[in-house]
């Protein structure tokens, strides 16, 4: 994996990096929107021209202004380290607009990199008008490409030139690679540390972080291997409070981190310790088992309270006072700025997706129901009571139950968390992995 190239996409804002790189992948993966300062972070996209792998990597909006943004700063930083790594570099700039003054600063700055620097002119939507292309000559990086990210024009030739000299890599196909991987995505309210803990996961600056909320805008894909195991974590946008009014950007976050969780293998709900179950927590924690999500929580910022067994107690009897079924899914403490006890979640991870592929034969099951629940069947509440002829496991991940039963109308909440507890404490937990259980009656025992 670590041998794929990277090509880096710059510019000053606005010119169309993440149009330009949602027309090569073929869907609205990247927010746009007319406004600079979108992209706030290094996202990585998956490739495949011409059998050739490699990622794309799509910049925050350089300013060089005097007066920076508060973030701008680190959004430098992290551009200046990609720069770096890329094997390929494209300088997209804005046809319309010609050579603008931060066009030259930003060709300044790449000068050290200019054997690996292509220039591409954006938003020539006429193919025929070109006839002040010749005009970013003066950049001094060659011969530019004329594309237009809205329609496609001119992309073949800039793919073709992007992987000019390229190796031959391991991997037969970067994207169908990255579908493979354990999905993991990182969700939370704004500024509870979810760009630090990524940082501090993979031990390196990949998510730009600031004290002020919002920061990331976009979901951050990064791949990370730990030992044997293979992971694509996804640093989402928090859900602000008022997400019911939001709009542009800020809604297509939150729509983005809402299909982000659906799929998702495995989802981390951080929260911290200082201000411990607000409101927006809550609703994410909805979100997740309404997904049906295998998940873990992990509370952040635990150097900032007292850091006692009992004030863990209580914080853990709070969240699963609130929400019983938390009792089955692991609470981690620690801290992303200290790198405390990261370790257990690098062990509970496997341990968790070990269990959600697990299978449990239909005469484990049926066992299950004669030692188990026939013996222990809750008392009626209707007059007749519910029989379970019998259960097949129809899938893992989440785990999918069905029940025969003499009359499924029978079958109440309390009745579905008698039973789903009962084959916990038979099965063994399930720790972290989300049971579904469905009943069907009788006359569908063939289906």
């Given at each position: 994996?670590?041998?794929?190239?990277?090509?880096?996409?710059?510019?000053?804002?606005?010119?169309?990096?993440?149009?330009?790189?949602?027309?090569?992948?073929?869907?609205?993966?990247?927010?746009?929107?007319?406004?600079?300062?979108?992209?706030?972070?290094?996202?990585a996209?998956?490739?495949?021209?011409?059998?050739?792998?490699?990622l794309?990597?799509?910049?925050?909006?350089?300013?060089?202004s005097?007066?920076?943004?508060?973030?701008?700063?680190?959004?430098?930083?992290?551009?200046?380290?990609?720069?770096?790594?890329?094997?390929?570099?494209?300088?997209l700039?804005?046809?319309?607009?010609?050579?603008?003054?931060?066009?030259?600063?930003?060709?300044?700055?790449?000068?050290p990199?200019?054997?690996?620097?292509?220039?591409?002119?954006?938003?020539?939507?006429?193919?025929?008008d070109?006839?002040?292309?010749?005009?970013?000559?003066?950049?001094?990086?060659?011969?530019?490409?004329?594309?237009?990210?809205?329609?496609?024009?001119?992309?073949?030739?800039?793919?073709?030139?992007?992987?000019?000299?390229?190796?031959?890599?391991?991997v037969?196909?970067?994207?169908?690679?990255?579908?493979?991987?354990?999905?993991?995505?990182?969700?939370?309210?704004?500024?509870?540390?979810?760009?630090?803990?990524?940082?501090?996961?993979?031990?390196?600056?990949?998510?730009?972080?600031?004290?002020?909320?919002?920061?990331?805008?976009?979901?951050?894909?990064?791949?990370?291997?730990?030992?044997?195991?293979?992971?694509?974590?996804?640093?989402?946008?928090?859900?602000?409070?008022?997400?019911?009014?939001?709009?542009?950007?800020?809604?297509?976050?939150?729509?983005?981190?809402?299909?982000?969780?659906?799929?998702?293998?495995?989802?981390?709900?951080?929260l911290?310790?200082?201000?411990?179950?607000?409101?927006?927590?809550?609703?994410?924690?909805?979100?997740?088992?309404?997904?049906?999500?295998?998940?873990?929580?992990?509370?952040?910022?635990?150097?900032?309270?007292?850091?006692?067994?009992?004030?863990?107690?209580?914080?853990?009897?709070?969240?699963?006072?609130?929400?019983?079924?938390?009792?089955?899914?692991?609470?981690?403490?620690?801290?992303?700025?200290?790198?405390?006890?990261?370790?257990?979640?690098f062990?509970?991870?496997?341990?968790?997706?070990?269990?959600?592929?697990?299978?449990?034969?239909t005469?484990?099951?049926?066992?299950?129901?004669?030692?188990?629940?026939?013996?222990?069947?809750?008392?009626?509440?209707?007059?007749?009571?519910?029989?379970?002829?019998?259960?097949?496991?129809?899938?893992?991940?989440?785990?999918?139950?069905?029940?025969?039963?003499?009359?499924?109308?029978?079958?109440?909440?309390?009745?579905?968390?008698?039973?789903?507890?009962?084959?916990r404490?038979?099965?063994?937990?399930?720790?972290?992995?989300?049971?579904?259980?469905?009943?069907?009656?009788?006359?569908?025992?063939?289906?």
């Amino acid at each position: 994996m670590k041998k794929i190239p990277q090509v880096l996409i710059i510019g000053r804002p606005n010119v169309g990096k993440s149009t330009l790189i949602n027309r090569v992948l073929g869907v609205r993966k990247s927010i746009t929107a007319p406004e600079p300062g979108v992209t706030r972070d290094v996202l990585a996209r998956p490739i495949t021209w011409n059998c050739m792998d490699f990622l794309l990597m799509d910049t925050g909006g350089i300013f060089f202004s005097k007066t920076k943004d508060f973030f701008q700063a680190k959004i430098e930083k992290s551009v200046q380290t990609a720069l770096q790594k890329a094997q390929k570099i494209v300088f997209l700039t804005d046809y319309r607009e010609g050579v603008q003054p931060l066009d030259k600063h930003i060709a300044s700055m790449l000068q050290p990199y200019a054997i690996k620097v292509v220039v591409a002119v954006n938003k020539i939507d006429d193919p025929g008008d070109r006839q002040d292309i010749n005009n970013f000559r003066s950049l001094g990086f060659g011969t530019p490409f004329p594309v237009s990210a809205v329609h496609g024009n001119g992309l073949g030739d800039l793919l073709d030139e992007m992987i000019k000299g390229f190796p031959k890599q391991e991997v037969a196909n970067v994207e169908e690679f990255y579908q493979k991987l354990t999905h993991i995505s990182l969700i939370g309210r704004p500024n509870v540390g979810k760009s630090s803990f990524l940082n501090a996961m993979i031990n390196e600056e990949r998510a730009i972080v600031d004290e002020k909320a919002g920061t990331t805008r976009d979901a951050i894909d990064v791949y990370f291997s730990n030992g044997q195991e293979e992971y694509l974590f996804i640093d989402t946008a928090g859900i602000s409070k008022k997400i019911k009014f939001a709009q542009g950007v800020d809604f297509f976050s939150f729509v983005r981190t809402k299909q982000t969780i659906i799929n998702s293998d495995l989802v981390i709900i951080i929260l911290e310790a200082p201000n411990f179950l607000v409101d927006q927590d809550k609703k994410l924690i909805r979100e997740v088992i309404k997904n049906k999500k295998n998940f873990l929580l992990f509370v952040n910022k635990w150097d900032l309270v007292e850091r006692t067994d009992q004030n863990r107690q209580l914080l853990e009897k709070k969240a699963r006072d609130l929400y019983p079924q938390l009792e089955h899914y692991p609470i981690i403490f620690g801290s992303a700025l200290e790198k405390s006890n990261l370790h257990t979640i690098f062990k509970t991870i496997p341990q968790i997706l070990d269990v959600a592929n697990q299978r449990i034969t239909t005469p484990q099951l049926n066992q299950f129901i004669e030692k188990v629940v026939r013996k222990n069947s809750p008392p009626s509440k209707y007059g007749q009571q519910v029989k379970i002829y019998y259960a097949t496991q129809v899938s893992t991940s989440p785990f999918l139950f069905v029940f025969f039963v003499n009359n499924p109308a029978l079958v109440k909440e309390d009745y579905k968390r008698f039973l789903e507890k009962r084959m916990r404490a038979y099965f063994g937990g399930f720790e972290g992995c989300t049971l579904v259980l469905e009943f069907r009656g009788k006359e569908n025992r063939k289906h």
